[in-house]
């Protein structure tokens, strides 16, 4: 079992025991004005994220950390009714011209980490600065005290972050492997008794894993398996959704269940899982060996998981580099947002997780289009059958920054077939039931949290505009281009973050990172390399 546990330490770099080192917790807040005693956004056009239609203009009450009141103000474009309106404001907010949405919820989120020099203080303003109220940590990589810690402190708006949801990866806080169904189960225990939301898998043996999931949800804890491959010749998303399995991460498993004509992956013969290089050049193949779409396999995968009530969580931007790494290595906003010690992470490296574009060639992006094309047809027709997709980031690898990652999530599930309020209804609402608080969360209701964003373009027209660096438009007028939208401020619990304060936060962390490296406080991040 020796090889299992250092397997699943070569996996991925997120196992507790590679979170030795401290992380720099995030500091006591000092953005953010609120809660107020009755704080109005007037004139707004509200998505409240059900998947209703666009409707302004509103006035929206926020009384503390709660939505109190919706209240329609006239027709668009026309006069204000102004007797409708609602008074005795606090603070006001004149949110003419401007789009609410509910704050988004990254499903796959992880906090930084010892490796990539990311303090907690950049990730979580990074997450704020677009938008995303809600987090949650899928292996809580810095440690389990530490999470729980941030998550704590986020709950009472101690520090300027969205409010956290922390799932251990399976064995945390354990120096041996869990080999039996009864030490799953302790352990599964131990994690409802110290305050964990669920659990992250990524492999265990059949029994084992059966018995964690299901213990999981005996103690109401949600579960989120990322199926390593090293596991998958033994299960795959069907077994893990019957076991009770919640939310499937990225698409690991899924062309498992859709082998027809073969039952293994089948993969050259000098491939070796321990090079990330091999690992993720072929993960580029498996969509190609599943059964077709339309396929009487294809239909019977995504009905039972939809009887199941199982979420996907698809992740597909973090795997973006491998369709054009170029777009990912050059994003516009690393020479401004991304620290050095992160940009050192992502460089190729026989250490670092997720950096392993070696050589990467023409014909592995070739071959990651189509596995993309496949996949996004499966994750589409899920949601068209009922199903209910969230969505992830799993930002701070393979050139995905925190925040921007979350955006460019949204677009993907856009060119997956999604619609811009389907789009917006999995960033929210779905992402909320997935972790069982649409109670609370996830919709602009009255009587939930106030939990918002406001941006000054429309997102339905274009998600660029949700991007911290903005979307670029030609001005006819002036014959010049332009940025427009990003998000203007974020609500979370009441609290009115204002956004561009939190991205100027960051980029003044990224130039001191930079001084401090040696490097001019505004160079840029190794264009010619
Ligand atoms: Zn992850």
């Given at each position: 079992?020796?090889?299992?546990?250092?397997?699943?330490?070569?996996l991925?770099?997120?196992?507790?025991?590679?979170?030795?080192?401290?992380?720099?917790?995030?500091?006591?807040?000092?953005r953010?004005?609120?809660?107020?005693?009755?704080?109005?956004l007037?004139?707004?056009?509200?998505?409240?994220?059900?998947?209703?239609?666009?409707?302004?203009?509103?006035?929206?009450?926020?009384?503390?950390?709660?939505?109190?009141?919706?209240?329609?103000?006239?027709?668009?474009?026309?006069?204000?009714?102004?007797?409708?309106?609602?008074?005795?404001?606090?603070?006001?907010?004149?949110?003419?011209?401007?789009?609410?949405?509910?704050?988004?919820?990254?499903?796959?989120?992880h906090?930084?980490?010892?490796?990539?020099?990311?303090?907690a203080?950049?990730?979580?303003?990074?997450?704020?600065?677009h938008?995303?109220t809600?987090?949650?940590?899928?292996?809580?990589?810095?440690?389990?005290?530490?999470?729980?810690?941030?998550?704590e402190?986020?709950?009472?708006?101690?520090?300027?972050?969205?409010?956290?949801?922390?799932?251990?990866?399976?064995?945390?806080?354990?120096?041996?492997?869990?080999?039996?169904?009864?030490?799953?189960?302790?352990?599964?225990?131990?994690?409802?008794?110290?305050?964990?939301?669920?659990?992250?898998v990524?492999?265990?043996?059949?029994?084992?894993?059966?018995?964690s999931?299901?213990?999981?949800?005996?103690?109401?804890?949600?579960?989120?398996?990322?199926?390593?491959?090293?596991?998958?010749a033994?299960?795959?998303?069907?077994?893990?959704?019957?076991?009770?399995?919640?939310?499937?991460?990225?698409?690991?498993g899924?062309?498992?269940?859709?082998f027809?004509?073969?039952?293994?992956?089948?993969?050259?013969?000098?491939?070796?899982?321990?090079?990330?290089?091999?690992?993720?050049?072929?993960?580029?193949?498996?969509?190609?060996?599943?059964?077709?779409?339309?396929?009487?396999?294809?239909?019977?995968?995504?009905?039972?998981?939809?009887?199941?009530?199982?979420?996907?969580?698809?992740?597909?931007?973090?795997?973006?580099?491998?369709?054009?790494?170029?777009?990912?290595?050059?994003?516009?906003?690393h020479?401004?947002?991304?620290?050095?010690?992160?940009?050192?992470?992502?460089?190729?490296?026989?250490?670092?997780?997720?950096?392993?574009?070696?050589?990467?060639?023409?014909?592995?992006?070739?071959?990651w289009?189509?596995?993309?094309?496949?996949?996004?047809?499966?994750?589409?027709?899920?949601?068209?059958?009922?199903?209910?997709?969230?969505?992830?980031?799993?930002?701070?690898?393979?050139?995905?920054?925190?925040?921007f990652?979350?955006?460019?999530?949204?677009?993907l599930?856009?060119?997956?077939?999604?619609?811009?309020?389907?789009v917006?209804r999995?960033?929210?609402?779905?992402?909320?039931?997935?972790?069982?608080?649409?109670?609370?969360?996830?919709?602009?209701?009255?009587?939930?949290?106030?939990?918002?964003?406001?941006?000054?373009?429309?997102?339905?027209?274009?998600?660029?505009?949700?991007?911290?660096?903005?979307a670029?438009?030609?001005?006819?007028?002036?014959?010049?281009?332009?940025?427009?939208?990003g998000?203007?401020?974020?609500?979370?619990?009441?609290?009115?973050f204002?956004?561009?304060?939190l991205?100027?936060?960051v980029?003044?962390?990224?130039?001191?990172?930079?001084k401090?490296?040696?490097m001019?406080?505004?160079a840029?991040?190794?264009?010619?390399?």
């Amino acid at each position: 079992m020796r090889r299992l546990a250092s397997l699943v330490a070569a996996l991925c770099l997120l196992v507790p025991a590679a979170a030795a080192q401290d992380v720099p917790a995030a500091p006591d807040r000092e953005r953010g004005g609120g809660p107020y005693d009755r704080l109005i956004l007037r004139g707004a056009t509200l998505v409240d994220g059900t998947g209703a239609p666009p409707r302004g203009p509103v006035d929206i009450v926020i009384e503390e950390d709660r939505i109190a009141r919706i209240q329609a103000v006239g027709a668009p474009g026309g006069p204000v009714d102004e007797a409708a309106r609602p008074e005795g404001a606090s603070r006001e907010i004149d949110a003419t011209g401007l789009y609410v949405l509910p704050g988004f919820v990254d499903m796959h989120a992880h906090l930084g980490g010892a490796a990539q020099g990311t303090p907690a203080e950049y990730v979580l303003k990074l997450w704020m600065a677009h938008g995303i109220t809600t987090a949650r940590e899928n292996a809580a990589g810095n440690g389990l005290d530490w999470t729980l810690r941030h998550r704590e402190r986020s709950a009472a708006n101690a520090i300027t972050a969205p409010r956290l949801l922390v799932y251990p990866a399976l064995g945390t806080d354990r120096d041996a492997p869990l080999t039996t169904p009864e030490a799953a189960r302790t352990w599964v225990r131990r994690m409802a008794e110290e305050g964990a939301d669920g659990i992250k898998v990524f492999q265990a043996p059949p029994d084992v894993l059966r018995a964690s999931l299901q213990e999981a949800e005996a103690q109401g804890l949600r579960t989120a398996m990322h199926h390593a491959q090293p596991g998958t010749a033994r299960y795959d998303v069907l077994d893990t959704a019957t076991w009770g399995l919640t939310t499937g991460e990225h698409f690991y498993g899924y062309p498992e269940a859709l082998f027809t004509d073969r039952s293994l992956q089948d993969f050259p013969s000098d491939y070796n899982y321990q090079d990330e290089g091999d690992r993720f050049r072929y993960a580029g193949h498996m969509w190609q060996q599943a059964a077709a779409p339309g396929s009487a396999r294809w239909d019977t995968v995504l009905d039972s998981l939809r009887a199941l009530d199982f979420t996907m969580v698809p992740t597909f931007g973090i795997y973006e580099a491998n369709r054009d790494l170029m777009r990912a290595r050059r994003a516009e906003w690393h020479d401004t947002y991304t620290l050095p010690s992160l940009w050192n992470y992502y460089k190729p490296s026989f250490e670092n997780h997720g950096s392993y574009h070696y050589f990467w060639s023409s014909g592995d992006e070739a071959a990651w289009d189509t596995h993309y094309d496949r996949w996004m047809q499966f994750v589409n027709e899920y949601k068209n059958r009922g199903g209910r997709v969230g969505a992830g980031s799993d930002s701070g690898f393979i050139f995905k920054l925190y925040g921007f990652g979350y955006v460019r999530e949204l677009e993907l599930l856009r060119e997956a077939g999604f619609s811009p309020l389907e789009v917006i209804r999995s960033a929210t609402l779905e992402g909320a039931k997935a972790l069982g608080r649409a109670d609370r969360i996830g919709s602009v209701e009255v009587g939930k949290q106030a939990d918002l964003l406001l941006v000054d373009e429309n997102p339905l027209a274009n998600l660029k505009v949700l991007y911290g660096t903005q979307a670029l438009r030609f001005d006819k007028d002036d014959r010049a281009l332009e940025r427009v939208g990003g998000v203007d401020y974020t609500i979370k619990d009441g609290i009115v973050f204002d956004a561009d304060t939190l991205l100027r936060d960051v980029a003044q962390m990224v130039r001191e990172a930079k001084k401090e490296a040696g490097m001019a406080p505004d160079a840029d991040l190794e264009l010619t390399q």
